[in-house]
T-cell receptor, first 112, second 114 residues
Framework: ETGVTQSPTHLIKTRGQQVTLRCSSQSGHNTVSWYQQALGQGPQFIFQYYREEENGRGNFPPRFSGLQFPNYSSELNVNALELDDSALYLC???????????FGPGTRLTVL | AQKVTQAQTEISVVEKEDVTLDCVYETRDTTYYLFWYKQPPSGELVFLIRRNSFDEQNEISGRYSWNFQKSTSSFNFTITASQVVDSAVYFCALHQGGANNLFFGTGTRLTVIP
């Protein structure tokens, strides 16, 4: 059974640019959640996708958007990057929106 | 409103000592789930345990044990005979029934000194 994978591992962007992060869910899971973890903090919920539809969103601006594909993999897109967007972005998958979430290794984004 | 408090920011212990990580939560829901995750330096959050609000039985898994007490809204985690490999940041998290996201505490950094 393949776990949750994320790409890329690390990314460096400059302020104002756009970025796309990718996540492949664990086999058999149809739900993907994205979290932002700033240095020294706990992860903060960005949004969740369930069966290709957004199924809840945290307190993040619209420049954070996402997609889920028919194979349940997902993308997180961030437009107009700001310095404060520098963080570890974690993707988690689950067998439904209420079940245990299993996390990927994360993508570390640095915005200069 | 929901809240998870991990008052211990950092803990250091010598190998083979026992250590308890505290977690206090707040929720108005009667149905909820509590979790512990481990985050080693690599960054990946590793699932350790999930408890639902109707099951207050303590749980033991090898050197790990969890004490869930609804009366004090606490879900504490004990590592017995700690090892260097236990060094990590540990997060307690709350999932309210009907919600779709985990709400995390700020984490406790555990360092086990050989």
């Amino acid at each position: 059974e393949t776990g949750v994978t994320q790409s890329p591992t690390h990314l460096i962007k400059t302020r104002g640019q756009q970025v796309t992060l990718r996540c492949s869910s664990q086999s058999g899971h149809n739900t993907v959640s994205w979290y932002q973890q700033a240095l020294g903090q706990g992860p903060q919920f960005i949004f969740q996708y369930y069966r290709e539809e957004e199924n809840g969103r945290g307190n993040f601006p619209p420049r954070f958007s996402g997609l889920q594909f028919p194979n349940y993999s997902s993308e997180l897109n961030v437009n107009a990057l700001e310095l404060d967007d520098s963080a570890l972005y974690l993707c988690a998958s689950s067998s439904s929106f209420a079940d245990t979430q299993y996390f990927g290794p994360g993508t570390r984004l640095t915005v200069l | 409103a929901q809240k998870v408090t991990q008052a211990q920011t950092e803990i250091s212990v010598v190998e083979k000592e026992d250590v308890t990580l505290d977690c206090v939560y707040e929720t108005r829901d009667t149905t909820y789930y509590l979790f512990w995750y481990k985050q080693p330096p690599s960054g990946e959050l590793v699932f350790l345990i999930r408890r639902n609000s109707f099951d207050e039985q303590n749980e033991i898994s090898g050197r790990y044990s969890w004490n869930f007490q609804k009366s004090t809204s606490s879900f504490n985690f004990t590592i017995t005979a700690s090892q260097v490999v236990d060094s990590a940041v540990y997060f307690c998290a709350l999932h309210q029934g009907g919600a779709n996201n985990l709400f995390f505490g700020t984490g406790t950094r555990l360092t086990v000194i050989p």
